[in-house]
């Protein structure tokens, strides 16, 4: 099955209702560990994709993927700008070697994944969207061979469980690393959305499906 880039504009409306939906939780949890601004800067970087929705539908999906790292970097700023920007670049660069279906998409993934992983400087068990991003790219790996509904509940509960094991860990990135102990008990904000980003758009392609 390949995916085309006109489901740009479902996915960006279901990832924007979904993060408003649960933007009270965020940045309490941000608050609590953070710099209380993640939510704010995300819906920022959102709504300027959702502005450019049309447009990225009618590109390649290299090309809608670079835009929309781009677009993520200038208009969210901070590291959560940077770190996204990076994500979908490395996708789009990926992307531009094949047609984007459910067996390459993994690939272009991974390779966004661990461009996050360089930039950051970070691993998994670090207290940071890397716990819910690596648990997902490896569970689109593990289940390629599955159909699709399959692989996508796969890829939801990965993230979720992913997202879920931030809150006993200790931080050693961002300011939440400044906290110590105190950091436990708190589920990582970047983890979250990162979270409710993907089951979005895998709520999206199910539904499509």
Not at 85 to 111: C, D, H, P, Q
């Amino acid at each position: 099955m390949s995916i085309s880039p006109q489901s740009i504009p479902a996915f960006l409306e279901a990832i924007s209702q979904d993060i408003e939906a649960n933007a009270e939780e965020v940045t309490a949890l941000d608050q609590a560990i953070g710099d209380g601004d993640h939510v704010t800067n995300l819906q920022r970087g959102l709504a300027a994709l959702q502005e450019q929705s049309a447009e990225l539908s009618e590109m390649n999906w290299s090309a809608a993927l670079m835009k929309i790292g781009m677009t993520l970097m200038s208009t969210m700023g901070g590291a959560s700008g940077s770190l996204y920007g990076s994500l979908f670049m490395a996708m789009g660069k990926k992307a531009k070697e094949t047609e984007v279906n459910k067996e390459s998409f993994a690939a272009a993934f991974r390779a966004g994944v661990e461009s996050v992983k360089a930039r950051g400087k970070a691993d998994l068990g670090e207290k940071t969207m890397l716990d819910t991003l690596i648990p997902a790219v490896e569970s689109l790996e593990q289940n390629n061979a599955s159909d699709l509904p399959a692989q996508l509940d796969a890829l939801k509960k990965a993230a979720y469980d992913g997202m879920l094991s931030t809150k006993d860990m200790l931080a050693t990135k961002g300011r939440a690393s400044f906290l110590g102990e105190r950091a436990r008990g708190h589920i990582d904000a970047g983890a979250r959305t990162s979270q409710l980003m993907i089951c979005a758009v895998a709520e999206v392609l199910q539904e499509t499906e």
